[in-house]
DNA sequence: TCTGGGGTCCTAGGACCC
DNA sequence: TCTGGGGTCCTAGGACCC
């Protein structure tokens, strides 16, 4: 058996712990330089405010409601998150963090009669120890108990447990849920299955296996099994180190000023290098993109993206930014108002297996020493006060977030001040 | 004025090899 | 008027997730 435990519109939920206030109000938050709402409490979904709108379609909506607005502050988010997967892992030893406000929990080897009781133990204690919301879906692979979960909020929300324990509740919970809603069925597969009358999950397995795998490859088959109770999708108990990691953010303002670039490119290059050094990688390859806003269609358009090879892996802030540099060399194009820029490190390997080229002339472990002096500092203070030159001070390229709450868990200034 | 960011997995098709 | 067959590796693109 497994249990996916999820936090309740989670962002919102963090939002709401510090502004208490707020409780059973309206809030949104929106995505980076407050572009579209990626979070809504249950009062603003009913407010018909949907996942990923445009902040400026939901202006009047805001004024006329009087919704409490925030930026996303992930700060404060990943530090939540971190206090409940700890909450999470001292009930069963394994455990898969699948998103930040999202677990899979092995339940295996408990007592069947129990799960449901454990289910409501996890959610009140999330709740008491941490503040927030979460609700729990039990059953017997991966997919159901996703299902689960979906049909716990649906069901009874205040409840927010529902333990699919025998096959008449899990036809019940097939049943009710539409294709569309199932994990790992999107809006292309939801059309495909709907125009060949398969609406709800129950229709899907009573659809051949051999159709699933047809139209909807190795994945849908996979589902299929998964619906039918027999766990196919893999266990990952440990999290696996990312085979690739992007870092990109669309700039504050469209921009023709190669510096800006530079400079938002040099950042990106930097966070890479950082995420790098934290999970104990190396890359062997970058790879820089540019792009003008896509949604101007009367601007002229110009994306491009360019893979550059290392000599030798590495994760030295100062030599991944500078290949980013040449890259941005390569594709830039004068002549364009630029909306977004990013940087993808490529072909990652552990930093122990790294390979040294003959005619490396840098000096790595003296470099690798450097940085993990200033990692130290930067995470000491919380910012990244050491930086390389190129990085620039003015963050010229800086997104809006103008509704930013505080870190009020990891800073010391930040934190919540009470008058007696 | 204004539309996020960071991932994974799978497949088809081309390049290349013998 | 005719051009093999079987492999591997890589990449781009499409699907999905939160």
Redesign the pocket.
Known sequence: MYALVDCNNFYASCERLFQPQLENKPVVVF???D??A?ARSDEAKLLGIEM?T?A?QIEHLIKKHKIAVFSSNYTLYGDLSDRIMKILADFTPKMEIY????AFLDLSGFMYDDLFRMGTEIKSTVRQHVGIPVSVGIAGTKTLA?MANRYAKKKDKKLGVFYASDQNLIDEMLHFTKVEDV????????SLLKKNGIYTAMDVTKTPEAWMRKYL???GQRLWYELKGIPSIEWQHLPAP?????????LGK?TDDKSILKEAISNHAATCAL?LRNQKSCAKAICVFINT?P??INLPQYARSVTIEFDTATNLTGEIIQYALKGLDIIFREGFLYK?V?VIVLEIIPENQVQNSLFDCIDRGKNSKMLSAVDKINRSIGKDVVRMASQGFERRYK?RSEHLSFKYTTDINEILKVKI
């Open positions: 995505s980076n330089n572009g579209c990626i990923g445009p400026y998103s930040i406000d999202e996703k994990w790992g069925i999107g809006r292309q597969y939801a490859t190795v994945v990312k085979k690739n990691i992007c870092t990109s953010r669309s469209l995420k806003n949604h101007k977004k990013g997104l």
